[in-house]
């Protein structure tokens, strides 16, 4: 018995290979100018925080000399500490936790409620109230300092954190992220099968619409937790340091004076930075990983 070998066509046979990392499947490898340009962009972003560092190990003689200090000195941990007992921060911490953790989650439970409504609910005028929702994002925020203030006035809530978690309880960016999700998210089919089920629309938002908008309403409450914490105008204006104070309004009080202490404010400064570092060094991989899995169901 002959075995007969056909050979390839010749156009097939002088077609070049694809590397393996390019082909179905395979895992694709980063160059080194890939390696370069992460690296830059990485140091570019650690560099105001390491920046905030140095300055608090140093004196205000030599920040004001030319060239600037690029390298730590002595005095960091003697800064820290007088920062944390001269702005009470660690009660301003307690503070900013409870108010950052009670918006967060409020912003995040009816951003997505209300998210849902508008993406998959017909009713009349759904567009209009959705124009109106985008719409109140353009407004800045100073506008309404006065009427709040005048509010928190007559309801006599002056240093008082609730004077400062009722204005940030809704979020008109919260409500559109939220309908932009669900609107690939979550299929009507879902939906449908559940109403046919019985299920009313309590049960659908609590079985149906929270686990499939589990990884969004992970990333809006990073993002609202974050935007709390840092937020200043508001609370400053409402909060003092030796009643209520925030983290922020705590390390405004620093460095007072006819000379201030610029390297006790970088310390109070770094001091309210490095609780949002531990909270994403903690929960990030876990959100990253939301995000792409969200992605892969939408």
């Given at each position: 018995?002959?075995?007969?070998?056909?050979?390839?066509?010749?156009?097939?046979?002088?077609?070049?290979?694809?590397?393996?990392?390019?082909?179905?499947?395979?895992?694709?490898?980063?160059?080194?100018?890939?390696y370069i340009i992460l690296a830059l962009f990485t140091i570019g972003s650690l560099f105001p925080l390491v920046w905030t560092a140095i300055a608090a190990s140093r004196?205000?003689?030599?920040?004001?000399?030319?060239?600037?200090?690029?390298?730590?000195?002595?005095?960091?941990?003697?800064?820290?500490?007088?920062?944390?007992?001269?702005?009470?921060?660690?009660?301003?911490?307690?503070?900013?936790?409870?108010?950052?953790?009670?918006?967060?989650?409020?912003?995040?439970?009816?951003?997505?409620?209300?998210?849902?409504?508008?993406?998959?609910?017909?009713?009349?005028?759904?567009?209009?109230?959705?124009?109106?929702?985008?719409?109140?994002?353009?407004?800045?925020?100073?506008?309404?300092?006065?009427?709040?203030?005048?509010?928190?006035?007559?309801?006599?809530?002056?240093?008082?954190?609730?004077?400062?978690?009722?204005?940030?309880?809704?979020?008109?960016?919260?409500?559109?992220?939220?309908?932009?999700?669900?609107?690939?998210?979550?299929?009507?089919?879902?939906?449908?099968?559940?109403?046919?089920?019985?299920?009313?629309?309590?049960?659908?938002?609590?079985?149906?619409?929270?686990?499939?908008?589990?990884?969004?309403?992970?990333?809006?409450?990073?993002?609202?937790?974050?935007?709390?914490?840092?937020?200043?105008?508001?609370?400053?204006?409402?909060?003092?340091?030796?009643?209520?104070?925030?983290?922020?309004?705590?390390?405004?009080?620093?460095?007072?004076?006819?000379?201030?202490?610029?390297?006790?404010?970088?310390?109070?400064?770094?001091?309210?930075?490095?609780?949002?570092?531990?909270?994403?060094?903690?929960?990030?991989?876990?959100?990253?990983?939301?995000?792409?899995?969200?992605?892969?169901?939408?």
């Amino acid at each position: 018995m002959t075995t007969t070998l056909t050979k390839p066509p010749a156009d097939e046979a002088k077609r070049p290979r694809r590397p393996r990392s390019a082909r179905a499947g395979g895992t694709l490898h980063a160059g080194p100018i890939a390696y370069i340009i992460l690296a830059l962009f990485t140091i570019g972003s650690l560099f105001p925080l390491v920046w905030t560092a140095i300055a608090a190990s140093r004196d205000n003689q030599r920040l004001a000399q030319n060239p600037p200090p690029l390298w730590f000195g002595g005095g960091l941990f003697d800064k820290l500490e007088i920062a944390w007992n001269d702005a009470n921060l660690g009660e301003a911490f307690i503070n900013t936790t409870f108010v950052a953790g009670v918006s967060a989650i409020t912003i995040v439970i009816l951003s997505t409620i209300a998210g849902f409504a508008f993406a998959k609910l017909r009713f009349k005028g759904r567009s209009a109230l959705m124009l109106i929702v985008i719409g109140t994002m353009m407004v800045p925020p100073q506008l309404s300092v006065i009427p709040l203030y005048m509010m928190v006035a007559k309801l006599d809530w002056s240093d008082q954190l609730q004077a400062v978690i009722l204005p940030s309880l809704v979020s008109a960016f919260g409500v559109f992220f939220m309908r932009q999700y669900l609107l690939q998210a979550l299929p009507d089919e879902i939906i449908e099968a559940a109403r046919v089920d019985g299920a009313s629309s309590w049960r659908v938002i609590w079985h149906v619409v929270f686990p499939a908008a589990r990884p969004a309403m992970a990333v809006l409450g990073m993002l609202m937790f974050v935007q709390t914490w840092n937020d200043f105008l508001w609370p400053f204006l409402v909060l003092t340091q030796n009643g209520n104070p925030t983290v922020q309004v705590a390390v405004a009080g620093l460095g007072r004076g006819y000379t201030p202490d610029q390297s006790l404010i970088m310390a109070g400064a770094l001091l309210g930075t490095l609780p949002l570092l531990v909270v994403f060094a903690i929960f990030g991989k876990q959100i990253v990983g939301g995000i792409m899995q969200g992605a892969v169901k939408g």
